[in-house]
């Protein structure tokens, strides 16, 4: 009889606004591990400077110094943090570098070339994937622009809660150098995946099938969206572009109007200040509607995987967006997502990652008493994303809602200050 | 301390004339004609007395760029020691006379903040006066307020938006592709546009809340339809679009053009998607362009059916697009109508007839707003606005077949009026009120003015008005219309707008909408729907019309259906960011 998983565990760690998953597969023989995603941009209360190392250790130890499998679904630090090396290797990424790592899956989009081989993308064309790429490292620099812009005092005046938005999303969307050249080197092979990729994880997890449901390449996306992608990374490849123009013109005290007289904006008489106040006030948030903007753009290039092993279906689709979701959902595999047993609740519980359609789609959602319930993962912390009264707040309040009306909930945000981790357990071939 | 400027330099009583000339770029910078010159005109704008801003009775420039933090100070004055209105940017005596002083008149203008400043204040007033004169009322911003604040420099962005809680219009400047810096406040269609958001706001609040696609969209396409049809009151700046020849040389001679520069293809390319663009060419990607692709859509009645067409951007195109081929297939009727010489046609001729479409054209899409429901408002009801418009003024269509036209071509991008609530020619059935009517109880001159009279009256006839009663009415206003009459005689209505509002749980969708609950929406869901109607009285205090979106109807259905989607059925809409999120969209293409 072929090996087969008889149980599946999932770890989810508590790293505060991050995700981190560790799955053990029990097999007969051993068991197998898959780490889905490991990072954080805010930490758990009272969490010691070493949290995520400690995360590290504990996994490390979990798995016996091996993982069959890890998959980070998109950059974002929030994902991939825990993933960063120390220079004096002690880091959490030099951690996971020590363990036997057979595969690694990230989203096409971190491919570090357009592949010309049958396992590439199919893409519109190379030079459409490269703009791609720059477009996603442009994100990065827009990023530190609106950061700097926070630093440097172009801001100041600004209502704080403004501020601290921006450099939330701004943090999240830095980019992590040293976590992303250390998945890159990590495991003996690395696949780059898309929608509907054969992606071969059964041969170090035998039984399991893996189902790639996002993200959808460029030209799968054109087939629905009858918009070419290659402008809109036209339009990020110029943003930091514009912070950075916008600023530079600030530092070096170019005058747009040179002889022209002006009143400097803290010394405005009485007739111009509130519209003036207002002025400023919109700039930031026009700012902040571009670091909103690229955070979702990112968060659409994640890997949304679907597992099934021994009956049941375990979903994990990171932080994939409405945009990304539309794909999978107009796509021929949507009807696998009926079955889903295991629900990691998408981009901890904001509005846009778990669309309605999707969520109407789980057959096994129902009151506790329903037998073989739904059961649902979410690794949140409240307070940190999105704003209550625009409906943004992250986790959602009506998504809850739904969550603990209608599945088995288990949220980081919930469980004991202290705890390394919440366990959940699946018994298969029931 | 030093007090703050406030008063004018003016110290005797204003002229007494009802408009004043300023000078604006009339299109856009990037409009150069063959002798170097730039498309500057002067235009009438209602006459008041400025102080520095300039700051009238409805606008005020306050010339803040956030991006530098600096303040740019107006020091133009715009009346002279007797109090006689001035332009202060008016072309000196020797630039009419030497093309090399015109020229460097104009850079000087081009580079002049205050310069700037004026000619975003005279297009916003202009287009105000517009409104107003198609309405023949005051007409309010989407504010409190009754200045409109206008930032010229805003920021560093190449982006400009109205935004009703910060009550303004912003305008970005960014580096364009040349090198040089483009100000969106010196084009003419960027601020006309603007400006149509916030008085189309105050015209009708609701049409900013979550609704269809088809809501948003209208807000663009008016907005464009606007910005387009206005630059044909500039009969000089037309001509010369079309035959590029500077007035003063023509020596008496008439000015003629070829027939082939005439077609509906070749004057969509010239004047109308063809003008200048300087936004769009100097967009750093280009995609600016993209504003003015509306009116290339050629006809197809799926379009509105097709995904791209659901982005209200997009959409709006289609609505834009429809204005736009029906008021080029009336002026092409117009001009096969002029007598050739040797072939070619009289340009004055040819530009006085678009002059003239456009402005009845305008006229009809402004006043059309009077009768459109106040909430929910879709294509079909705009069209039956529109005909209903132009039927109260126009009744018999038979010399220049407007609405027959209209009707025709938006049929063909798919748009057809209501099926219910018309008569077979898209126009708004007139009021039949299914129970008699009781005017006894209220005051006919109160109802002239008065919310809460008006408020009454619904109340008491609400059932022959169709309202249920389940949703909180709130009487939004009571406004005159004054017009002239097809006999010529002055008619004064009176336009009163009523919007229900339901907050409802799931459970009561069904009950109170009369549609079925989305798929997978809890009983528990707070859901808030909109219905309401548009009264109008006529001269003797009797409901000529009442065109009502009313809460119980089959539209809810799609509506919350897609509200429920996006998980939006009961989020209010974000007052700042709903125009600026929208048009940065827009400019990126």
């Known amino acids: 009889m072929a090996l087969a998983p008889t149980k599946v565990t999932l770890f989810s760690y508590q790293v505060g606004f991050g995700d981190c998953f560790l799955l053990r597969f029990h097999y007969p023989d051993r068991d197998r591990h898959a780490l889905i995603d490991f990072g954080s941009t805010g930490k758990p209360k009272h969490a010691e400077k070493d949290h995520m190392a400690k995360v590290a250790r504990d996994i490390a130890a979990r798995c016996g110094g091996r993982l069959e499998v890890v998959v980070a679904t998109h950059r974002h630090a929030d994902h991939i943090s825990g993933f960063a090396t120390d220079p004096d290797g002690d880091g959490p990424g030099d951690i996971i570098a020590g363990l036997a790592i057979d595969y690694v899956v990230q989203p096409w989009t971190e491919a570090p070339d357009a592949a010309k081989d049958s396992i590439g993308p199919e893409i519109s064309s190379p030079q459409a994937f490269t703009s791609r790429r720059m477009a996603l490292a442009a994100m990065h620099e827009t990023s530190r622009h609106a950061l700097a812009m926070l630093d440097d005092g172009s801001l100041h005046r600004v209502p704080k809660a403004i501020r601290e938005e921006l450099e939330f999303i701004g943090r999240d969307n830095l980019s992590n150098l040293s976590a992303v050249e250390n998945l890159m080197r990590l495991g003996r092979r690395r696949f780059y995946a898309w929608h509907g990729m054969d992606l071969p994880l059964h041969r170090v997890l035998p039984g399991v099938k893996t189902h790639v449901l996002g993200p959808p390449t460029l030209r799968q996306t054109d087939t629905i969206r009858k918009q070419r992608s290659e402008d809109e990374d036209e339009f990020w490849h110029l943003a930091p572009l514009r912070l950075s123009g916008a600023r530079a013109a600030v530092a070096e005290g170019e005058a747009l109007f040179p002889g022209h007289p002006t009143e400097p904006g803290n010394r405005l008489a009485a007739q111009w200040r509130w519209f003036a106040n207002r002025v400023e006030q919109v700039q930031a948030e026009q700012v902040l509607s571009l670091v909103r903007a690229l955070d979702k753009q990112m968060n659409n290039t994640s890997l949304i995987l679907l597992f099934e092993v021994g009956g049941k279906s375990l979903l994990f689709p990171g932080d994939a967006q409405i945009e990304n979701w539309r794909y999978a959902l107009q796509s021929p595999m949507a009807e696998k997502l009926t079955a889903v047993d295991l629900y990691k609740v998408g981009h901890h519980g904001s509005l846009n990652a778990t669309p309605r359609s999707l969520w109407a789609r789980f057959a096994k959602r129902g009151p506790s008493t329903k037998k073989g319930r739904l059961t649902t993962v979410m690794s949140t912390m409240p307070g940190k994303h999105g704003k209550e009264e625009r409906g943004t707040e992250v986790p959602r309040a009506t998504l809850l809602r739904a969550l603990e009306t209608d599945s088995e909930l288990h949220s980081t945000h919930r469980a004991p200050e202290g705890q390394l981790f919440q366990e959940v357990t699946l018994k298969l071939g029931g | ?589």
């Not at chain 2, 975003?120 to 307020?145: D, K, P, Q």
């Not at chain 2, 109508?337 to 046609?345: D, K």
């Not at chain 2, 407007?402 to 798919?414: D, I, M, V």
């Not at chain 2, 229900?500 to 989305?518: D, I, N, S």
Request: aromatic share 10%.
């Open chain 2, 1 to 589: 301390m030093k007090l703050p400027k406030l008063r004018s330099s003016a110290r005797t009583a204003p002229p007494a004339g009802n408009t004043r000339r300023l000078m604006i770029v009339a299109k856009d910078p990037g409009v150069t004609f063959a002798d170097g010159s730039l498309a500057f005109a002067e235009v009438d704008v209602p006459a008041e007395n400025l102080i520095p801003g300039p700051t009238g009775y409805r606008v005020k420039v306050v010339d803040y760029d956030a991006t530098a933090q600096v303040l740019y100070l107006p020091r133009a004055s715009y009346s002279d020691d007797a109090g006689e209105p001035v332009d202060p940017f008016a072309f000196p005596a020797e630039a009419e006379a030497s093309q090399e002083a015109r020229l460097l008149h104009q850079a000087r203008l081009l580079e002049n903040p205050n310069f700037h400043a004026q000619n975003a204040y005279a297009i916003v007033m202009r287009t105000l006066a517009r409104f107003e004169f198609a309405l023949g009322r005051r007409v309010s911003w989407g504010f409190r307020g009754h200045q409109l604040h206008v930032a010229p420099h805003a920021f560093l962005e190449a982006n400009a938006f109205y935004s009703e809680e910060d009550q303004g219009l912003f305008f970005g400047y960014f580096p364009g592709l040349s090198g040089a810096t483009v100000f969106t406040c010196l084009s003419h269609d960027i601020v006309a546009h603007e400006t149509t958001h916030a008085l189309l706001d105050g015209l009708r609040t609701h049409f900013t809340e979550p609704s269809t696609p088809d809501q948003a969209a209208f807000h663009e396409a008016l907005a464009d339809v606007v910005a387009l049809l206005s630059i044909f009151s500039l009969p000089e700046i037309v001509g010369r679009i079309l035959r590029d020849e500077p007035p003063r040389t023509r020596d008496g001679r008439i000015p003629l053009i070829e027939p082939e520069k005439l077609t509906v293809d070749a004057l969509t390319d010239s004047v109308i998607a063809g003008l200048g663009l300087q936004v769009g060419r100097e967009f750093p990607d280009g995609h600016g362009a993209a504003l003015r692709q509306s009116v290339r859509l050629k006809p197809d009645p799926t379009l509105l059916q097709q995904p791209e067409f659901l982005e209200e951007h997009r959409r709006g195109e289609v609505l834009a697009a429809a204005m736009m081929r029906a008021f080029l297939t009336l002026w092409r009727r117009r001009i096969d109508q002029l007598g050739t010489f040797e072939g070619r046609y009289n340009l004055d001729m040819v530009v006085e007839s678009g002059a003239k479409v456009a402005d009845h054209l305008l006229t009809m899409a402004i006043r059309a707003i009077d009768y459109c429901p106040p909430t929910d408002i879709d294509f079909s009801a705009y069209l039956a606005a529109l005909l209903t418009a132009d039927a109260e003024v126009v009744p018999d269509d038979s010399r220049f077949h407007y609405r027959a036209t209209l009707a025709e071509t938006f049929r063909a991008y798919g748009i057809a009026p209501p099926t219910e609530g018309c008569r077979e020619d898209g126009v708004w059935d007139r009021f039949k009120p299914k129970e008699p009517v009781t005017y006894a109880r209220s005051n006919f001159d109160s109802m002239l003015r008065d919310r809460d009279e008006v408020f009454r009256f619904i109340w008491e006839n609400r059932g022959a008005l169709g309202i249920d009663g389940r949703g909180q009415i709130e009487v939004d206003s009571v406004l005159p219309s004054v017009r002239h009459g097809p006999d010529g005689f002055l008619l004064k209505e009176t336009v009163c707008t009523y919007v229900e509002t339901a907050e409802l749980f799931g459970a009561e969708v069904e009950k109170v909408l009369g549609v079925e609950r989305p798929a997978g929406m809890p009983t528990t869901e707070r859901v808030t729907a909109y219905g309401g109607g548009v009264i109008v009285f006529d001269q003797y205090g009797q409901i000529k019309f009442h065109i009502a979106h009313r809460l119980r109807s089959p539209r809810q259905a799609y509506r919350l259906a897609l509200l429920w989607d996006r998980g939006a059925t009961a989020v209010a809409a974000d007052r700042r960011n709903r125009f600026a999120v929208a048009h940065r969209t827009r400019m990126e293409g």
